[in-house]
């Protein structure tokens, strides 16, 4: 079985880095989410290069850890932006107008419901549950990064921090 992608590989797979986690965890199919989670880290997804790649290697079809990646929901197998932005629409959050903060970040990554990465590969806009920092609300997270009280102003003032950090880290 094939895996398709409807959204664009952000970047090359080195083969080299996925046979490097293979050797550590001795190619050992019983321990194939542990390889995903590490490929996943260095990519932010799990592209379809490096599981064709690891399922070969460990002894395993496509299709078999095609299901291991669909099931679990820490998975990804779209490409994400170098900025990972995650916006929560918990209660709290939401009662405090987040809405407003994810229209503003849609228009400042010119991202949107049916297009969740930007096209310069910079950004990628998540809609969580819960960030679990209710009394901060309304919050967004960028990659690690919990930002409080977001208002859209804020919103767009934070993408272009991130953008021209980007650039400078080019």
Do not use: W
């Amino acid at each position: 079985m094939k895996m398709e992608r409807t959204e664009k590989t952000l970047e090359n797979v080195n083969l080299a880095f996925v046979d490097a986690v293979l050797d550590k965890y001795g190619c050992d199919k019983s321990k194939v989410i542990a390889i995903m989670q590490d490929v996943q880290e260095k990519y932010r997804y799990l592209p379809q290069e490096a599981l064709t790649h690891i399922a070969k290697k460990v002894g395993i079809s496509e299709s078999k850890l095609y299901g291991v990646a669909t099931f679990y929901g820490n998975f990804s197998l779209d490409a994400k932006g170098k900025y990972v932005i995650k916006v929560c629409r918990g209660t709290a959050c939401h009662v405090r107008k987040s809405s407003n903060v994810l229209q503003a970040l849609y228009e400042a990554t010119g991202t949107g419901e049916e297009k969740s990465s930007s096209d310069d590969g910079l950004f990628t806009i998540e809609i969580v549950s819960c960030l679990g920092a209710c009394g901060l609300s309304p919050v967004v997270m960028v990659n690690d990064v919990v930002h409080a009280a977001m208002t859209p102003d804020k919103a767009k003032s934070l993408v272009a921090d991130l953008r021209e950090e980007a650039h400078e880290h080019a």
